[in-house]
């Protein structure tokens, strides 16, 4: 097994998650060397607060 070290490395293994729950479970995955897991765990972060603002930019307030 080798531990991954590199953005290369670690792009050639994202493109085989295509859904959030195969990222995360590739955040816990022990073969990411701790600057690697450090890197992905901060872009799965602003992914999420991207989604988060988006879904409140398309939520406009009720008119009663």
């Not at 670690?10 to 060397?33: C, H, I, M, V």
């Not at 991207?50 to 008119?63: D, G, H, W």
């Amino acid at each position: 097994m080798q531990v991954i070290h590199s953005d290369a490395a670690l792009q050639r293994l994202l493109t085989r998650f295509n859904d959030p729950e195969g990222w995360s479970n590739l955040a816990k995955n022990q073969y990411l060397s701790t600057s690697m897991n450090k890197k992905f765990g901060n872009v799965l972060y602003r992914i999420g607060k991207i989604i988060r603002k988006q879904i409140q930019l398309r939520m406009k307030p009720a008119l009663i």
